[in-house]
């Protein structure tokens, strides 16, 4: 199937138009037209090979909305007009125990990524969502629910399952207490998310700019990490602290105020980060933990619990042809809380 998109032609060129073909639909899969695309910084860093594993052409784009056109004759899930979802996964093993328990982010033998990966039959680079069409294997392809926005949807697939698995593998709900380091495209949705399930939420920011924000949010209270004072009181009284920072950064004002037996999860810096020191661990029983995006099922209890709860992110929808400028301001934080490109426009600038 021939289809077009954009896509970054190295990493110091600016995304351009990009023709290509998607594969032939086999019997498992699912074939679809992409309505709405998220922006998520996995797609910069990507573009500008930051990690060092990037090929070129690469289409970016793993927050995917759309509507099936065509089925394989095994897939019995969809059928064509459904409103379906695609995230950062589009295959797995499907067989070791990681998979079997629903893990496939974690497959023993690697997932394959929505873009950035290889097809595990052809070995073919896969291609993501910044594009017209999208081709995926029943199994990954999520049903999105009656009542949910299309048109916000989407950073659901990323910002919103990254922060929704250390939610429930940390087993949050009414009378946990959890704070939430930064809030951009992942710390806003773990705000809605933790406050949708009933915890009593802060907001921990370097200032107190953010406040209004932050209550508007949901969030119960912010809490400045420039303030000694306030951090001193604030000590052992968060069972769980979800930390998205995507730069590095020090994580030394942060270890205190967890409670005895507390989390603080990663789930924003890829690579390194400051020097800490063990003493809050060893002393207070306190645990640094990661944690990436969870499995298909989890994604869609996800989908599911938004729809019940009308939790949705807070998007600015842009053109196709806008996503070099959207690249610039996301870099800057200039957007609140994550860009949604409206593929529709994608036709009027290939």
Not at 63 to 78: K, N
Not at 244 to 272: F, N
């Amino acid at each position: 199937m021939q289809t077009y998109g954009y896509a970054a032609y190295s990493k110091d060129t600016p995304l351009a138009p990009f023709k290509f073909e998607r594969r032939a639909l086999r019997p498992n899969d699912v074939a679809m037209e992409i309505l709405y695309c998220g922006v998520c910084h996995s797609d910069l860093h990507t573009t500008r090979n930051d990690w060092g594993k990037s090929y070129y052409p690469i289409v970016p784009g793993h927050e995917i909305v759309g509507r099936v056109t065509r089925v394989g004759a095994e897939v019995t899930r969809y059928k064509a007009g459904d409103h379906v979802a695609v995230g950062c996964l589009v295959d797995s093993c499907m067989e070791c125990d990681l998979c079997q328990r629903g893990e496939e982010q974690l497959c023993r033998k690697g997932c394959t990524g929505t873009y950035g990966g290889h097809d595990r039959i052809t070995r073919e680079p896969t291609q993501g969502g910044y594009s017209k069409h999208l081709v995926v294997r029943e199994e990954f392809c999520l049903r999105v629910p009656e009542g949910l926005d299309l048109a916000r949807a989407a950073p659901l697939l990323c910002a919103g399952i990254t922060t929704w698995s250390p939610l429930r593998t940390w087993q949050v709900g009414p009378g946990s207490r959890v704070a939430v380091i930064g809030l951009g495209g992942l710390g806003h949705m773990a705000v809605k998310l933790a406050v949708g399930l009933g915890a009593d939420v802060t907001v921990l920011s370097r200032s107190r700019d953010k406040e209004a924000d932050a209550l508007a949010l949901g969030a119960h209270r912010l809490l400045a990490s420039s303030d000694t004072e306030s951090m001193r009181k604030a000590s052992s009284s968060f069972d769980l602290i979800i930390d998205t920072v995507p730069v590095q950064h020090s994580l030394k004002p942060y270890l205190p105020l967890l409670d005895v037996d507390g989390t603080l999860v990663l789930v924003g810096q890829i690579g390194p980060l400051d020097e800490l020191s063990t003493v809050p661990l060893l002393f207070g029983r306190r645990r640094i933990a990661g944690s990436p995006i969870g499995g298909i099922r989890e994604t869609q209890e996800l989908l599911d619990f938004c729809a019940a709860k009308n939790i949705l992110p807070d998007c600015e929808m842009i053109r196709m042809d806008e996503i070099n400028h959207a690249f610039e301001r996301m870099e800057k934080a200039d957007v609140r809380y994550r860009f949604v490109i409206d593929m529709a426009s994608l036709s009027s600038v290939a």
